[in-house]
């Protein structure tokens, strides 16, 4: 109880609230923009927090984290360009939405789906910090591989009814995820002696170049997209038919982020796509998927906003950061003599108070900063066509530029914006090949790992409770899902 | 092309890289401190899934008309459209190559213009002026406020 008083007290201090609102509005700046990461977005504000208080500053940067997380959504939606690596889930519906001129209510889907995944991944936080950071010493190198073939095995899932050409994107996916120095040598592998190619491929510019420059190669060719209709290009809210349609949704994405988030390097970009996968399994309307599903977009957003708060379990718990944003707020942490690990909750505990009180502030800031922002968003996006395709190759190409300051990207992205247009023309599913490549350094490196520990013997992976029960989880999931499509296709040969 | 024959095409296309790829995976050398798998041993595995899966696709290519896919699958569009792709393709490319010599300003504005163009804006002061206010002020929303420096260009330096 004292603990809630000092988190609401928090509140109370103006310097809190405008780093809350401040740190949002800046992070949903470097979300939406391509090229700026949430970790980026945070870097840039470090320096910066050297003269204030502690709380003040770690309030600061724990909002940008949630701004960014759900700036991404913004591009994603309206410009078919998802601004984080999390956002890609949210691409193929909110677009699909946005192009039918229901922008506003994609957006609203959008907004009201992030603060609910937030308010339930920051409730979790503040109630179960201590016990489920004993989940996450639970993972070992071969949970983590089990961990990422779970969350292969949505393929079946995110493969539009072709399974076959889903699994041949996902492999895809992996052998872009191991070009660049091997996990455990360091021996170079797929770089053709090119300097440029030593680090590997970071996953956003192969999704920039997927979404958004296929769409703009596309889209050159394509009459003018529908305009939305005066009415249908302002923010609107879901209704309560709809709120009760996105309850699912919802919660399955609330509940995938917060395990996703608890554990270490899971990340929130897993979390939207399993819970996209698992909110198209358990829809009633899983047909709507992939061309406008509300459905589609809720799950993966409270999933996305979800990690924010329970990202920070590890972090503050045993002062493991779980993910690059988490990292930098621990050198917030660092900058103002503060080690987060199990002795932060008693040696400055007002810090953790404002933290989770700041947090709360965050997700309001959030909610009400979107309300004011998305307007001009759509309207922006309603404008004549060949000056949006313009302006989007501007953003798309500056936004890469800045993640490396290199040409080389801007060749890469456009290279791979080609190889999406022979995707679409074959109809091979794109979402798989982002899974692979997101899961494919988690899956290669912790499955050798586990082979060094257990000296070669791979029943490391069955012997290993968590890993166990994880690789129990993803079979039932890939035989559930292909019983599944097996007859939704079988049903569809008998429709035609 | 009909959806079976693309699938077919795709389904070789597959094989043949896959077969290319896990030859390259085993010529990698593992060094000293290589495990038991091995710098290569992981993607031949993924190379020979890879080719297994495009042979499925070539199989089921004869067996059924073809899978659904993504549904923003089309056929190829005509030839003016096919050209104008390319040369969208092709001014990315000089906006790539132009870029560290011009600076980032003046290559951005040459992208807003060209590529307003080709997407049909008519060649105008509104297309000019739109262009001419982008540029900069990308540039000051990247380089001023986000930190992110810009090149200003060899040719001016």
């Known amino acids: 109880m004292d603990a809630l008083a000092s988190a609401l007290g928090s509140l109370s201090s103006w310097q809190v609230v405008a780093a809350a609102f401040g740190g949002v509005l800046w992070g949903i700046l470097g979300g939406a923009l391509p090229g700026i990461s949430p970790s980026i977005a945070m870097a840039l504000l470090l320096p910066f927090t050297v003269g204030l208080d502690p709380t003040t500053a770690i309030v600061l940067l724990a909002s940008v984290y949630v701004g960014a997380e759900y700036g991404g959504s913004i591009p994603a939606i309206l410009i078919r360009t998802p601004g984080t690596n999390a956002a890609a889930a949210t691409v193929l519906d909110g677009h699909a939405m946005a192009k039918q001129g229901r922008a506003g209510e994609a957006l609203g889907i959008s907004l009201i789906s992030g603060l609910y995944g937030g308010l339930f991944g920051l409730a979790v936080l503040v109630i179960a910090t201590q016990p489920l950071a004993e989940i996450a010493l639970a993972f070992t190198p071969a949970a983590y591989f089990s961990l990422g073939v779970l969350g292969l095995s949505v393929i079946a899932g995110l493969s539009s009814g072709s399974l076959m050409k889903g699994c041949i994107a996902a492999l895809l996916g992996l052998m872009i995820a191991f070009i660049g120095s091997d996990p455990v040598s360091g021996v170079s592998r797929f770089t053709f002696d090119s300097p440029d190619l030593l680090g590997g491929i970071k996953p956003i510019l192969i999704m920039v170049g997927l979404f958004a420059v296929t769409e703009m190669l596309a889209q050159i060719t394509e009459p003018a997209w529908e305009r939305a209709s005066r009415s249908a290009a302002r923010l609107k809210l879901p209704d309560w038919a709809m709120t009760r349609r996105l309850f699912k949704p919802q919660a399955i994405g609330s509940v995938v982020g917060t395990v996703e988030g608890v554990t270490p390097g899971a990340g929130g970009t897993i979390a939207a796509f399993m819970s996209y996968s698992e909110a198209r399994r358990w829809s009633s309307k899983p047909e709507e998927f992939g061309h406008g599903s509300p459905e589609g977009i809720a799950a993966p957003e409270a999933a996305n906003n979800a990690v924010t708060a329970t990202a920070l379990v590890p972090m503050l718990s045993l002062g493991i ?37 700041g947090l709360l502030l965050a997700n309001v800031a959030m909610f009400l900063l979107g309300l004011v922002i998305l307007g001009p968003c759509i309207w922006l996006v309603n404008r004549p066509k060949p000056y949006l395709i313009a302006f989007i190759l501007a953003l798309v190409m500056t936004g890469v530029y800045a993640i490396h300051q290199s040409v080389f990207d801007l060749l890469l992205v456009t290279a791979v914006g080609v190889f999406g247009l022979f995707m679409r023309w074959v109809r091979m599913p794109v979402l798989p090949l982002v899974l692979g490549l997101v899961l494919g350094y988690l899956i290669e490196s912790n499955y050798r790992r586990s082979l060094l520990i257990s000296g070669g013997d791979p029943m490391i992976f069955l012997t290993d409770p968590v890993s166990l029960a994880l690789l129990v989880l993803a079979l039932v999931m890939t035989l559930y899902t292909g019983w599944k499509e097996f007859f939704r296709s079988k049903g569809k040969g008998v429709e035609s | 092309m009909n959806p079976a ?153």
């Open chain 1, 321 to 357: 950061p779980g993910s690059n944003s988490a990292a930098i707020l621990m050198g917030g942490f660092l900058i103002h003599g503060l080690q987060p690990g199990p002795m932060l909750f008693t040696r400055a505990p007002e810090v953790i108070h404002g933290l989770f009180g």
């Open chain 2, 5 to 157: 024959a693309r699938d077919r095409l795709l389904g070789v296309l597959t094989v043949v890289f896959a077969v290319s790829y896990t030859l390259a995976a085993r010529s990698i050398e593992d060094s000293l401190l290589a495990d038991a798998v091995g710098a290569s041993g992981v993607p031949q595995g993924v190379g020979i899934a890879m080719a297994a899966a495009g042979l499925g696709v070539f199989a089921s290519s004869w067996t059924r008309v073809t899978a659904t896919g993504d549904g923003a699958a089309e056929d190829l569009p005509g030839a003016g459209a096919i050209a104008r792709t390319v040369a969208l393709i092709g001014l990315l490319v000089a906006y790539a190559a132009m870029l560290p010599w011009i600076g980032y300003v003046p290559a951005i504005f040459v992208l807003l213009l060209a590529s307003g163009l080709l997407a049909g804006a008519p060649a105008g002061l509104a297309l000019f002026a739109s262009a001419g206010v982008g540029a900069p002020t990308l540039w000051l929303i990247f380089d001023r406020l986000l930190q992110v420096r810009m090149p200003l260009g060899r040719l001016w330096e």
